[in-house]
């Protein structure tokens, strides 16, 4: 949500001459964000897909100053570490400390942390002596940050659209190959149709060929 983005970009009181790590590419929005405001942004994503997009999105604005890692965000980027300013875009169970490890003394840490459905968006900022100053800016609902690398698939699906729409039921997972885009993920949402001349897939497919047989 675009609050949202402003409102972390904000907390993250970012300089010009900073480098910042970004748990969580996703779609590269808030990256373009850190991008304009920054002097690097080093991003990491654990789904080759999305990353491969988001890469796409960059090439076409532009960008020279993002560096792309395909990975596991929770284990941070420990060969360019230190860095002046940390985003995490996905919900921690408790405080990320291996992150907190790769800020610098009085660097500013931002994410959201919590189990369950609603999280509190919490900033870390380093107090210069190894500790931190920590405040709870607000509550917040994001996908838990999960270990490891994964492609596109159910689990994405069912953290996504559970805790974004909370449309899609259990019976209507759908796999999604590493191959498919992401026009295949967004057409499982029942508010978005396939992009016009594509077949639907998915929940959206099922559910036409179903209306159909009934009429």
């Known amino acids: 949500q675009p609050f949202i983005v402003g409102l972390m970009t904000q907390a993250l009181t970012v300089e010009p001459r ?15 964000i850190l991008s304009k405001v920054s002097r690097l942004v ?8 999305l990353m491969k997009e988001a890469e796409g999105r960059f090439q076409k604005l532009g960008l020279t100053n993002v560096i792309t890692k395909f990975g596991d965000g929770g284990e941070g980027w420990a060969e360019q570490a230190p860095f ?30 919590g189990k369950g ?17 920590v405040e709870i800016l607000c509550d917040v609902r994001f996908v838990p940050l999960l270990a490891g690398e ?6 994405l699906l069912r953290e996504l659209w559970r805790t974004l729409s909370g449309q899609l039921r259990d ?6 190959q590493e191959s498919e885009d992401l026009a295949a993920v967004q057409a499982l949402h029942l508010d978005q149709p396939a992009p016009l001349g594509q077949p639907q897939t998915g929940v959206a497919r099922r559910r036409q060929v179903a209306a159909e047989g009934a009429q």
């Open 18 to 32: 900073a480098r910042v790590l970004e748990i969580g590419t996703g779609s590269g929005y808030q990256t373009t």
């Open 150 to 155: 994964q492609r596109l698939g159910v689990l």
């Open 171 to 176: 019976d209507e997972l759908v796999m999604v």
């Open 84 to 113: 002046d300013r940390i985003m995490v875009t996905a919900a921690a169970e408790d405080d990320p400390k291996r992150l907190l490890s790769q800020l610098k003394p009085n660097g500013v840490l931002v994410a959201p942390v």
């Open 42 to 49: 080093y991003t990491i994503e654990r789904y080759r897909t």
């Open 117 to 133: 459905p609603v999280q509190s968006l919490r900033r870390y900022a380093g107090d210069g002596k190894g500790g931190f100053r």
